[in-house]
């Protein structure tokens, strides 16, 4: 099994250099470039809510990611100290509804669900902890 682990204060040119640290990780595996994209876009989408609404007044906070690769999945682990949120428990979008009366919000949490096999969140000491896999 390998692990990576990152971790960073909660604002966007920190994990945009965390990301990218991420992102060549996979490049230098054998994964497919659909896998990469979509680990990519599901980390981008989950953090940047984190930040942009989880810390209310511009506090400051911690993110850390963890990902656990094994010989059949990817693990990825986020913890936030950001206000209790499950990402789970967000309105599904009504994509029929004709794009100038949509609700703005919510695909990404959507995409999310549709490209992982698995979510799971729990609030556990103060913190979110969330779950995504993808299945190898």
Known sequence: MEHIYISFNNSITEFNYSLQKIISYFETGNYSEELKFNIQLCIDELVTNIINY??????????????DITSDKIIIKIFDDAIAYNPLDAPEPDLDAPIESRKIGGLGVFLVK???????????????HFQIEFHL
């Open 54 to 67: 989880g810390y209310p007044d511009e506090a400051e906070g911690k993110i850390e990611i963890y990902i």
């Open 114 to 128: 549709n490209l992982t096999q698995n979510q799971f969140y729990e609030r556990i000491n103060n913190k979110n």
